[in-house]
């Protein structure tokens, strides 16, 4: 008992000292977006978007926007805060975004505190912007007052039919494994508005300057990831247009012989439906399989045009390094690196379509 | 409590005899003025004596009086015989006369300074009718709730447990108000060990008066500084009733309405008796949301300051606009506000207990719209939390008994200080703490965590979920019955091969 | 030499099965995937199968070294039978020092995980004096109430394994691929690394004797080491398909990392909850240990057992005093898994061989 009484003094004296930073909902500035460029002189610009609540009127968040020069990123952090009421804390960071000059130089350096801050979410989404990246994240506040963030939404949405699901966790997956390389979305503005300009393609964390553009994300997802929403537009015949609706499609890579003389063959089944069709007889029913049968076509030669593309730059977004490695008993990753380029690799395109919407 | 004030009086002197004969004790009884003394029937005839505030004069003139203007004196002995009543007494006990006459009993003498007494009990106690339970109001079920009188009490009892295994044992206590206490059991069911126990506390209860069956309640728990409370107590005679078949004992005290129920486990605290009215699923939803709501009471302040303090990486990100602005004019820290506001509902709370019903009700309204909408537009505390707390107080007024509401009432500040300090941490270090204490918690020798620790499958059947009657086969585990068995007769065996349209 | 414990203080052999996980489960299940993952890759699962097996092994053993005497044992008394009181004393105390040197990891890394995650500044010696008071509480209600702690615990802490449905969605599978695609070896190092997180089990040689009907504990025993592995192995499946085996290696803490993906709509960022929680599965392995350490020294040196337990709680607060930094607790960490792994892999199978020689060779006398 006299022990117990001790201890409870001891601990109570130890009271005045707990040493726990408070971090007080309302005396931090919460980084929503924040957006670097590279400044010249190995320095760095940060901008970053913060949610400031506005005093007296009920429920109504402001948005402003800081910047600094550093050479790395927590400093420009210290720099912002220079300027600030409160600290500026990015537990809630929902997105990053790098200027195309700084990506172009290899991102490891810049995405690495987020890989170490344990106060990071993992759904962090982090994306290239063509041009520079204050750009976009100046445009943050001025886009339409709903509650969240617009950028954040903006990608989420595209996610779902023409960009590849990349997250922080995603992103460093594919940057740390070997056999993979990332992507990242692509941003851009046009006037008052931000846009998708498409997926910027990465050597390990190098940008290597080209991207798929938009509409072409759709391919790449398909080629990628198995998934279910998405349309992609074929010429079907002179001046007419279709549209491809994605109801559900799977991929499948078949390696072989990965390592002496690799042989891929990339097999892509896909269910479609049809929603409109330029050009036709009302009267008469559609001849599914001629579309079909066009449409095999034309995705087919725009996926092995890709496919080519990325085997001419040295990337694999695709992770066929990552897929032959698990599927060969001692892996020779070297051997794999050199003969990628070379590597013949087939897309095998399969499009069945399965409705022609609520009409005949 | 009735005769209060001339029991008072008397009562030193009752406990133990301190008169040292007859005479003394007699001197004693007349400085107290309602005691009457007088000869009946005419000077030469006996020596009544009673206490007028205790005794019943009706029966007095129809059953005592009427026999002896009617006949020549006679001697005790014979007069005895006459008079038609119960229970009466021929004797020169000086500990038995004493008792008896406090107790209501005429006394009688056939002439001055005799020793030898006929004591005819003659009783007259006044009774509240029996009335609807307030504290554990069903909207189902019986409406009868126990009252002042044990004996009414034990007749509730009885009536509804028609067999000779149902026990009371009585006993007295407090030295000045020697208060009839009762031990109730159904003999055969209870495990004896417990009845052993709960004798040996009530005997070892020093106290001058027990005025109530709480009182009893602080003395007989197995730890006496616990905030929670390990014996229940009810004013259903239903509810008694059905524990006491379960094989728990009950305590009832002479002057109280309620009745003492044991051993206890911490969730039979939050099982309302109308859980068994219902249909086994609906009882068994309803107890699991009364199981959610005291954890909400209990922690959802507590959360508040945690993750606004120190956590806001946990809020979504769909939230943060709206708690950042409903914070953004608030000058005091979340803690302080906390507090504030909890300490407001506190203070309303009661308030209400302390005031009548009818002014109770204004109470509630005032305190909660007028209080709580003024505080919100003066920039005081935010609309988020004030939606926190009141609804933590809805929440912790579905707890079905009252003391373990007190509890939850309270023990909500200890987490709120622990998470200012250490955040979601602290919560969770409170909770152990906690935690230790209900896990070393007793209630008569019980464990009161069961049936989760001691892990008991099968006491699971009535304790977070009620299955129904049918699966209710045996007796709860904890309580160790001598006999385990509710249901004697196997259920029939279904056909299983029961199909469809067959 | 027999051990009696009052009837009221024992539990019943059921319980055995919740007192493994209870004490093996603690902080390294937070962390482990990346050390095994170092050494087999993506076979790193099957280390954990084996280890898991070979601990049940091990354990067959402890309930043999118990049981075959003529009376109930624990492992004080069987020291003293087969080695003398002195010899006997000697490695009772190592043993002593060894679940001391357990708990003080365990108490030790959680607040690591604390400061790193939650608290960077936290003042380290309040919290560990905090703790210790919470563990001083639960040690002191006796070997029911720790018991008690256990179950409940895993009661509370258990929903967390749940988290492991979050990461699915970005699961590779493909990744678990080729089978067994390292050698024998290196398999066997990794199993090497994992004992330190089985390590644990060995504490039913000290509460062997507060068990009721012993012969029927030792089912529930290797079905609740049987349970662990199933965590353990279930964890390790699925930090391989989260991560890419690169990435794996210089995560610290990858069962905490893989928290931070879930993601409920009232709630988001999951680690600081999962944090907090895992208060319930760390402390009852630290009481069991501490308790252990003291129950151990109450037979040893006869004084009463709050006396040593109240020593014993503070040579933990002055340890945790010196292990200030990441360098040493690694460090420290490094040393005990050695001791561990002596202890359970030579000590007990050595000591096992040793009692059927002495109990042959008595037998023969006899």
């Known amino acids: ?101 700084l990506a172009s130089k290899g991102l490891n350096d810049y995405v690495d505190t987020y890989r170490r801050d344990p106060m990071v979410g993992r759904d962090l989404y982090l994306a290239v912007v063509h041009g520079k990246a204050e750009d976009v994240v100046k445009m943050e506040p001025k886009l339409i007052k709903t509650p969240g963030v617009q950028v954040k939404e903006l990608i ?72 279910k929403l998405g349309s992609y537009e074929i010429k079907w015949k002179e001046n007419d247009f279709t549209d491809i609706n994605n109801v559900e499609s799977r991929v499948h890579y078949h390696i072989s012989n990965a390592n002496q003389d690799p042989k891929v063959r990339i097999e892509v089944k896909m269910k479609a439906s049809l929603l409109e069709v330029q050009g036709y007889d009302l009267g008469k029913a559609v001849d599914l399989n001629k579309i079909e049968a066009r449409a095999e076509q034309v995705i087919g030669k725009k996926l092995n045009e890709m496919v080519t593309m990325f085997q001419e730059n040295h990337i694999d977004p695709l992770a066929l390094g990552d897929h032959a490695k698990s599927k060969t008993r001692n892996f020779d990753q070297k051997h794999w690196e050199e003969a990628y380029p070379d590597i013949p690799i087939e897309v095998d395109l399969d499009i069945e379509m399965i409705q022609t919407g609520i009409a005949e | 409590m009735r005769f209060f004030k001339g029991k008072r009086e008397m009562d030193s002197a009752s406990f133990q005899v301190t008169s040292k004969d007859f005479q003394e004790l007699l001197k004693k009884f007349k400085t107290s003025d309602d005691f009457l003394t007088f000869q009946f029937p005419n000077d030469d005839g006996y020596i009544i004596s009673y206490f007028n505030s205790l005794v019943s004069v009706q029966q007095l003139h129809e059953q005592v009086l009427a026999v002896m203007s009617n006949q020549p004196k006679k001697v005790l002995k014979q007069l005895k015989g006459d008079i038609p009543m119960e229970d009466m007494k021929l004797t020169a006990d000086l500990k038995d006369i004493q008792r008896l006459v406090l ?151 002479d002057g109280s309405p309620h009745a003492l129920v044991g051993p206890n486990t911490i969730i039979s605290f939050f099982s309302s008796f109308e859980d068994y009215f219902q249909i086994w699923n609906l009882g068994t939803s309803f107890r699991l949301i009364r199981l959610f709501a005291v954890l909400f009471s209990v922690l959802s302040s507590p959360l508040y300051v945690a993750v606004l303090t120190y956590h806001y990486q946990v809020i979504p990100t769909d939230l943060l606009p709206i708690l950042i602005s409903s914070r953004g004019v608030i000058p005091f820290p979340p803690i302080l506000e906390a507090i504030v506001l909890e300490g407001t509902i506190e203070l309303l709370r009661e308030a209400a207990v302390r005031l009548p019903a009818k002014v109770g009700s204004t109470i509630g309204i005032v305190g909660g719209i007028v209080i709580g909408s003024a505080a919100v537009e003066a920039g005081f505390v935010s609309n988020v939390l004030l939606m926190l ?114 | ?49 084996i280890s898991g097996l070979i601990i049940n092994v091990l354990l067959w053993m402890c309930f043999k070294l118990l049981g075959r005497g003529p009376q109930t044992l624990d492992l004080v008394a069987i020291h003293k039978d087969l080695f003398g009181k002195w010899v006997g004393n000697a490695f009772n105390i190592l043993f002593i020092l060894y679940f001391i040197m357990i708990s003080i990891i365990l108490i030790r890394t959680y607040l690591e995980v604390i400061q790193v995650w939650m608290f960077p500044g936290v003042n380290v010696l309040m919290l560990i004096t905090i703790i210790l008071i919470l563990v001083y509480r639960f040690v002191e209600g006796g070997f029911r109430v720790i018991t008690g702690f256990c179950i409940i615990g895993l009661m509370i802490g258990s929903p967390l394994f749940l988290l492991n449905y979050f990461p699915l969605k970005y699961a590779h599978f493909e990744n678990l691929g080729p089978f067994l695609d390292h050698s024998f070896l290196e398999i066997m190092k990794a199993c090497k690394k994992m004992t330190l997180n089985y390590l644990g089990f060995e504490l039913i040689l000290i509460y062997y004797p507060f068990i009721k009907n012993r012969e029927k504990s030792q089912k529930w025993a290797h079905l609740g080491a049987l349970f662990t592995m199933v965590i353990y192995v279930v964890s390790i499946l699925v930090s391989l398909a989260y991560y890419h085996q690169d990435q794996l290696k210089d995560v610290i803490w990858a069962t905490l990392t893989l928290w931070k993906i879930v993601d409920l709509p009232f709630i988001e960022r999951f680690e600081y909850i999962g944090i907090s929680v895992w208060l319930f599965m760390v402390l009852p392995n630290v009481c069991l240990g501490v308790w252990a350490a003291s129950r151990t020294a ?55 061989i040793w009692q059927s020689i002495v109990y042959k060779f008595r037998g023969h006398k006899s």
């Open chain 3, 298 to 352: 109450k037979r040893v040196f006869g004084y009463r057992q709050k006396k040593m337990l109240v020593l014993i709680l503070i040579i933990i607060l002055v340890s945790c005093i010196f292990l200030d930094n990441r360098y040493r607790i690694d460090k420290f960490n490094t040393i005990s898994s050695q001791i561990g792994f002596y202890i359970v892999y030579l000590y007990l199978p050595l000591l096992f």
């Open chain 2, 389 to 502: 707390v009141a609804l933590a107080a809805l929440a912790s007024f579905t707890v079905p008994i009252y003391q373990i509401s007190n509890t939850i009432r309270l023990i909500r500040f200890p987490f709120l200080i622990a998470a200012q300090l250490y955040g979601l941490f602290g919560i969770a270090l409170c909770s152990a703490f906690i935690l230790s204490h209900l896990l070393k918690l007793t209630s008569l020798g019980s464990p009161y965590l069961d049936p989760l620790y001691p892990l008991r499958i099968h006491d699971f059947k009535d304790s977070l979920i009620r299955l129904p009657f049918s699966k209710q086969k045996k007796r709860p585990q904890f309580l160790r019955t001598e006999n385990p068995l509710r249901i004697r007769k196997e259920a029939e065996k279904r056909n299983t091969r029961n199909d469809i349209d067959e």
């Open chain 1, 156 to 227: 989420e949405q595209n996610i779902r039919t023409n960009l590849p699901d990349v997250d922080l966790h995603r992103y460093l997956y594919a940057c740390h494994g070997k056999g993979i390389d990332p992507v990242l979305p692509l941003l851009e503005t046009t006037g008052d508005q931000i846009r998708v300009r498409g997926i910027a393609l990465f050597k390990t964390d190098r940008y290597i300057g080209k991207y798929i553009p938009y509409e072409d994300g759709f391919l790449y997802k398909v080629l990628s990831e198995n998934f």
């Open chain 2, 103 to 253: 107790e209501g009993s005429i006394m009688i003498q056939y002439k001055q300074d005799d020793e030898m007494c006929l004591l005819i009990p003659c009783v007259h106690s006044v009774k509240r009718q029996i009335s609807t339970p307030e504290s554990e109001y069903t909207v189902v079920g019986s409406k009868e709730a126990f009252v002042e009188s044990l004996d009414s009490n034990l007749n509730l009892i009885r009536n509804r447990l028609p067999t000779p295994e149902l026990q009371s044992k009585e006993f007295r206590v407090g030295s000045i108000s020697q208060t009839r206490i009762a031990v109730l059991y159904i003999d055969g069911v209870v495990n004896q060990q417990i009845i052993k126990t709960v004798i040996q506390r009530i005997e070892d209860i020093e106290y001058d008066t027990i005025v109530d069956i709480s009182f009893v309640s602080q003395m007989i728990t197995d730890n006496r500084n616990s905030m929670f409370p390990q014996l229940i107590d009810t004013e259903r005679p239903d509810h008694l009733a059905s524990v006491l078949s379960e094989g728990k004992i009950g305590i009832m005290l």
């Open chain 3, 1 to 49: 030499m027999e051990v009696k414990p009052n009837e009221t203080k024992q539990i019943s052999p059921f319980f055995v099965f919740f007192l493994m996980p209870g004490m093996q489960i603690g902080v390294g299940i937070l962390g482990f995937e990346r050390i095994i993952a170092k050494e087999s890759g993506q076979d790193a699962w099957i280390s954990v199968l």
């Open chain 1, 1 to 101: 008992m006299k022990i117990k009484l001790l201890l409870i003094t001891l601990a109570s004296f130890l009271m005045t000292a707990c040493g726990v930073e408070k971090q007080i909902l309302e005396d931090i500035l919460i980084a929503e977006v924040v957006g670097y460029d590279d400044a010249g002189d190995k320095k760095i610009k940060g901008t970053v978007v913060v949610s400031v609540p506005q005093p007296g009127e009920e429920a109504d968040l402001g948005k402003e926007v800081y910047e600094a020069d550093s050479h790395d990123i927590k400093a420009a952090r210290q720099q912002e805060n220079a300027k600030t009421p409160y600290p500026i804390v990015g537990g809630r960071l929902t997105v990053t975004l790098y200027g195309e000059e």
